[in-house]
């Protein structure tokens, strides 16, 4: 499956984005989706993640109440991350990955990566 990240940009503290990962496979919803995040200098960390029919979903406790993961298996083959309140810590490239099983929070479990968008959020 291929991955497209977009929809990322520079806001004030306070504001929002919303993120979309579209991608090519006929297969999409056997996967699971996951956002990642790697902010300057850190290592790239788990975001939060949707399971293939969109039924149950997993975030860290940074972002819940501030961000919603979704995804359309139907029409348009796509997960979008609505991020809500945006804080400065928030700021780093968001890449989706797929991978087929349940949701796994480390990075190395994905085979399947987007390129990635940045999301800069000003102080």
């Known amino acids: 499956v291929q991955l497209q990240a ?5 806001v004030q503290a306070g504001g929002s984005l919303r993120l979309t990962c579209a991608a090519s496979a006929r297969t999409f919803n056997l996967y699971t989706i996951s956002w990642f995040r790697q902010a300057p200098g850190k290592e790239r960390e788990f975001v939060t993640s949707i399971s293939p029919s969109g039924g149950f ?6 972002v819940k109440g501030r961000c919603t ?49 940045q999301v800069t959020v000003s102080s």
């Open 57 to 62: 979903t997993v975030y860290v406790d940074a």
């Open 69 to 117: 993961i979704s995804r359309d298996n139907a029409a348009e083959n796509t997960v979008l991350l609505q991020m809500n309140s945006l804080k400065p810590e928030d700021t780093g490239v968001h890449s989706c990955a797929a991978r087929v099983g349940v949701t796994i929070r480390s990075r190395h479990a994905y085979r399947y990566w987007g390129q990635g968008t």
């Open 6 to 10: 977009f929809g990322g940009g520079l």
